[in-house]
């Protein structure tokens, strides 16, 4: 993959060629290699059913992998039982102790390690503090909002200052303001107290606001591992380009490789030009990745000959409020998007033939779909 | 909910007078016995009708002082205790197996846990008595006892099961993450939130053999004599106001049982409404 | 890319991982059942053992094989269509002595007599009359003197069918049949004949009770289901005391209520409704209201629930299309709250069908349903192979009505979980 430019610190995780089957027949995760730094904050991303919860399970020490190793701090943790393993762990439904109070679940953790009373007693308050729920610290699980469980069960991973912090699914219960909040909340959380954050979610804005690296799980393979724009700008393969962001895919066949740009011709009809990331050669097909904001409409009969110009026909346009967007029938793609300021799509009528210029490096040719 | 909002025509308003009146009388139906029952057994006099002649304890210090009435508590309490205990043992270690076992026999193998329940009394009691006599368990405290821990794990095999279906595998994930070793995630996480299912479970083993009196008479000699099975005979007899002393100490142990049962369960369901 | 590595990898692991992976599963299944194999025990021990040895005693014939050893072999050629020959004669004196000798004539006599009135009598008084073993060749005529019965067919095919190990007579009786002297199956005699009736009222007072459990339970299970739950639970006491409360007391404050003298008639007498008491009790009456009175809990509980699973959404959506109340209720309420009208009157059918220790208290003479009789013959009358006949048939009846209530049950489940 994407080999680091500079040497990074040492890992505090490391994933090393671990497989994971619950059935003995599919894998679940089929040759996970990931490297996770200590103060990171590292998204684990990917569809329903792509392995996510086994690969965090897996660290935590709730299952265990059929094959490979895990190394915490560079010591293999095979042996080590969970509640060794000094990794806090926020569940998707929170998993409060609904028998105790929010106190006494913050506390829990202190006094299952014999911490002393006064010191117990102070690390719960700053940890309520840090909440902002002193006053409900006698309240039981039962009596809070979701969103107020939520950062009790936060409080509650973080308050006995552990090396690592999983989160699966944290915000998938809350609701969209929530959530967005509570973001920038564990984001400041991740910032001032400089934890390592592993974080699962399957929503790719969560993804890109939250993390230092995405991980792009699907199918029990980390398909990429990367920065957020470097995702965005440079997929390496479909999947990727698809998962993250929109995109939009045009069919085609390679005709000729020249260094990083190839020529291919379109299932619809016509050529461009395309960065060659992942083609095999000349003769191979492939789908070509463009997104929306990107492709620029030129209309029918201006002069300029670039060289992706691609007829295309307006479908309709949807206001958006802060954009619009064109729905075009471009080549073999009926629903081709493009993203307009939004005062421009008064000046689309759907029928009418325009055209599409893009970018060499803007088009992105890939495994074929 | 929709009782008041809904009741727009008359006809509707009727339909509903009538179900609140036929309901009304229901419960007293339900209630008229043990309601009758209660103020005689304080009655001065011996014969059980109305109006009372006086107010008196003499029957309830009939009964402290009957040997025979005493000895039947005893033996209530001892046989319905030995079975609660006997049956917690093998219905939840049951229950633990079944909620992990997987197999198309399952059904099968639940039926038969819980055929108890639904053979009638006298069938299960016609076969120990033959099956008892022989080898010496009729008119014997064990044989009883394990009579009705036979009749009693089914309800305990129900409850437990249905709290450990209910019981969130991810709260000890949850206390082990936090750094709780099995032991402390056991004692502190998972007893305290199972208890409840654990005492229900308990209750209707210790109620089931207390009532019971269908094995008593088949299988109890003089000495085992339980405390329903000395009002069988009492009844039979003739009915004279201490059995309804007796009756009236029955009842109120059925209304602790009853009472704690209910608390129980509003402290599961209070327990419940969190994770959500 | 890794892919192809990865396959290769796969496939040299996969067959011994899966074979790992299905034994791990089955230490784990094994481990499952062992917890449940105690319980599995206990109960041969203390409820499927003995119910099986009753069901056994309801075929078994011990009784003439054991006492008349000899007779019996010697029967086991004959055809049964003249009378037996000299040998037969010879073995049933030489049994006969052996065994008034041994105490045991007894046994015989009352198992042989259960067969064919006045066998006891036959038997009796042939080993009281015999005085030693026939001279060899004169045991047909001396046993004919001492009771003309030896010179009938049906006295020796009366041995001959009873000499066992099985029979079918117990539960042929049970349903008022028996074998005649050619061996088929016809009639018994109607002095005998009381199991179809019995059979029958027990089936009448467990449907007339049942219908009254639905008819008093359905208002009951409505309001609740209705009513805002604050009140609904206060009303549900009414309905979980008297569940909780013992049978006995039960039954108890029923004959002090009901009772000639009783608060029953004594309050109709003051308020001048009635001349003379009635009579409430010790009869069918007092069965009906008893038994229902225990049972309606068993009504109320399942129909209480299936009633709160229907949402209110589908009277509110009938009425919006234009159903009057009483076509809404009809056609859209009542029909979700048939499974639950089928699980309670299953299940307070099936309880009232084993009932014993109510109608033995408050009912009368003819009152009595078939556990009654299981009962007496079990203990009273020590008629073993009758009263686990009539178990036999009264568990079957059981049996099936609980399978059924058990597809209900579980029906119910699948469709209460496709409702939410
Ligand atoms: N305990 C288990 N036993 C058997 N199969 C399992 C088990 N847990 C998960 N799986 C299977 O493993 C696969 C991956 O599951 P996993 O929970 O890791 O997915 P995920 O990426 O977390 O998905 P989601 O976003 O829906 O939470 C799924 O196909 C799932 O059915
Ligand atoms: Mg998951």
């Not at chain 1, 990794?87 to 609904?98: E, K, S």
């Not at chain 3, 037969?88 to 067969?115: E, V």
């Not at chain 3, 010179?151 to 069918?161: G, L, Q, S, V």
Request: proline content about 6%; glycine content about 8%.
């Amino acid at each position: 993959m994407e080999a680091g430019t500079v040497m990074p610190a040492p890992a505090l995780v490391r994933f090393s060629g671990i497989q994971k089957t619950y059935d003995g027949e599919h894998l679940v995760v089929k040759n996970l290699d990931l490297d996770i730094r200590k103060g990171e904050f590292i998204t684990l991303l990917g569809p329903s059913g792509s392995g996510k919860t086994t690969t965090l399970m897996m660290l935590a020490g709730f299952e265990v992998p059929t094959h490979g190793e895990i190394y915490l701090s560079e010591r293999p943790i095979k042996n080590v039982p969970p509640h060794r393993r000094d990794i806090g762990m926020v569940f998707q439904n929170y998993a409060l102790f609904p028998h105790l109070t929010i106190a006494e679940n913050i506390a829990f953790p202190l006094s299952v390690r014999k911490s002393s009373k006064a010191e117990t007693q102070e690390r719960v308050s700053a940890a309520l503090r840090m909440i902002k729920m002193e006053s409900l610290a006698h309240r039981r699980p039962g009596q809070l909002s979701g969103g107020q469980q939520q950062r009790v069960a936060l409080a509650r991973a973080l308050v006995f200052n552990p090396q690592l912090v999983l989160m699966d699914e944290p915000l998938g219960a809350l609701d969209k303001r929530l959530r967005e909040q509570m973001q920038l909340e564990i984001k400041q959380l991740h910032e001032t107290m400089g934890i390592t954050i592993v974080y699962v979610t399957h929503d790719q804005s969560e993804a890109l606001t939250m993390s230092d690296r995405i991980a792009v799980f699907n199918d029990g393979i980390v398909q990429q591992i990367d920065r957020p724009d470097a995702l965005y700008e440079h997929p390496v393969n479909s999947f990727v380009a698809h998962f993250i962001g929109e995109n939009n895919v045009l069919a085609g066949t390679v005709e000729t490789v020249e260094r990083d740009y190839c020529r291919v011709a379109l299932a619809g009809g016509g050529t461009v030009a395309a960065r060659a990331i992942n083609v095999s050669g000349a003769g191979a097909s492939t789908s070509l990745s463009v997104r929306p904001e990107r492709v620029a409409i030129v209309p029918n009969g201006s002069s300029g000959e670039g060289p992706n110009r691609l007829p295309a026909r307006v479908q309709n346009t949807i206001y958006l409020g802060d954009h619009a967007l064109a729905v075009l029938d471009v080549a073999d793609n009926a629903e081709f998007m493009v993203k307009l300021q939004p005062g421009a799509h008064h000046s689309l009528k759907p029928g009418e033939s325009v055209f599409i210029t893009f970018r060499p490096e803007d088009c992105l040719a890939l495994d074929p779909v | 909910m929709s009782d008041n909002s809904s009741l727009r025509t008359p006809s509707q308003r009727i339909a509903w007078a009538a179900t609140v009146v036929v309901s009304t009388l229901v419960f007293i139906f339900l209630m008229a016995p043990i309601l009758a029952i209660m103020p005689l057994s304080f009655s001065s006099g011996s014969y059980l009708t109305y109006p009372l002649p006086g107010f008196s304890l003499r029957w309830y210090d009939d009964f402290i002082s009957s040997p025979r009435w005493m000895n039947s508590l005893k033996n209530s309490m001892i046989i319905g205790i030995a079975s609660t205990l006997l049956s917690m043992v093998l219905g939840t270690t049951a229950a633990l197996g079944l909620a992990q076992w997987k197999s198309r026999f399952k059904p099968l193998v639940l039926a038969f846990v819980l055929s108890p329940v639904v053979v009638p009394g006298v069938i299960t009691a016609v076969g120990l008595y033959f099956f008892f006599a022989p080898i010496g368990l009729t008119g014997s405290y064990l044989g009883l006892i394990l009579a009705h821990t036979a009749l009693a794990t089914p309800f305990v095999v129900i409850t437990v099961g249905a709290t450990l279906q209910s019981f969130d595998t991810n709260l000890a994930r949850a206390a082990a993450s936090l750094g709780a070793s099995p032991l402390q995630a056991f004692r502190r996480v998972i007893l305290p939130l199972i208890l409840p299912g654990l005492a229900s479970g308990a209750l209707f083993a210790f109620a089931t053999s207390f009532d019971e009196v269908v094995i008593v008479l088949f299988m109890a000699g003089p000495e085992q004599r339980t405390l329903p099975r000395e009002m069988f005979s009492g009844i039979r007899e003739n009915i004279s106001p201490t059995i309804t002393a007796a009756a009236v100490i029955l009842t109120t142990i059925s209304v602790i049982l009853l009472a704690t049962l209910e608390a129980l369960r509003r402290r599961n369901e209070r327990l419940k409404g969190s994770g959500g | 890319m890794t892919n192809a590595l990865l396959t290769g990898a796969n496939a040299s692991t996969e067959v011994p991982l899966k074979r790992r992976l299905r034994r791990a599963e089955r230490t784990r299944q094994a481990k499952a059942l062992a917890l449940v194999l105690p319980l599995l025990l206990f109960l041969l021990f203390t409820f499927a053992g003995p119910i099986a040895g009753m069901l056994w005693r309801s075929v078994e014939d011990w009784e003439v094989r054991q006492v008349l050893p000899q007779t019996v072999a010697a029967l086991a050629s004959w055809d049964g269509k003249d009378l037996p020959d000299e040998k037969a004669y010879a073995a049933l004196a030489s049994d006969i002595l052996a065994a008034r000798a041994a105490g045991t004539i007894a046994i015989a006599a009352k198992r042989l007599n259960y067969a064919l009135n006045g066998f006891r009598t036959i038997l009796t008084s042939t080993a009281r009359n015999l005085k030693a073993v026939p001279e060899p060749g004169t045991a047909k005529e001396t046993l004919g003197k001492i009771n003309p019965a030896w010179r009938e067919r049906a006295t020796w095919t009366t041995i001959k069918d009873a000499g066992g190990p099985i029979t079918g007579f117990y539960l042929l009786a049970a349903l008022d049949l028996t074998r005649n002297a050619d061996g088929a199956i016809v009639a018994a005699p109607p002095d005998q004949a009381i199991y179809r009736d019995i059979f029958l009222r027990t089936f009448l007072i467990s449907l007339g009770v049942t219908v009254l459990c639905l008819i008093l339970g359905f208002p009951v299970a409505y309001l609740l289901a209705t009513l805002p739950p604050g009140k609904s639970n206060l009303l549900m006491i009414f309905v979980l005391l008297p569940f909780w409360t013992s049978l006995l007391v039960r039954t108890c404050a029923w004959i002090v209520l009901l009772q000639s003298k009783g608060v029953v008639n004594d309050s109709l007498l003051w308020l001048g409704f009635i001349d003379a008491p009635l009579r409430l009790i010790y009869n069918r009456f007092g069965v009906c209201v008893a038994m229902t009175h225990v049972l309606l809990p068993f009504m109320i509980l399942p129909l209480y629930s299936s009633m709160k699973a229907i949402s209110p959404a589908y009277m509110r959506a009938a009425a919006s299309l234009g159903a009057p109340p009483l076509t809404a209720f009809l056609r859209i309420y009542l029909p979700q709250t048939l499974p639950g009208i089928g699980a309670g009157s299953l299940l307070v059918f099936i309880l009232a069908l084993g009932y014993y220790i109510t109608p033995a208290l408050v009912g009368g003479a003819a009152d009595q349903m078939i556990s009654y009789f299981i009962a007496l013959y079990t203990t009273e009358t020590a008629n073993w192979g009758l009263a686990s006949a009539l178990g036999a048939v009264l568990l079957l009846a059981t049996v099936l009505l609980a399978l059924v209530y058990g597809k209900l049950v579980q029906g119910q489940q699948v469709t209460g979980g496709m409702k939410n």
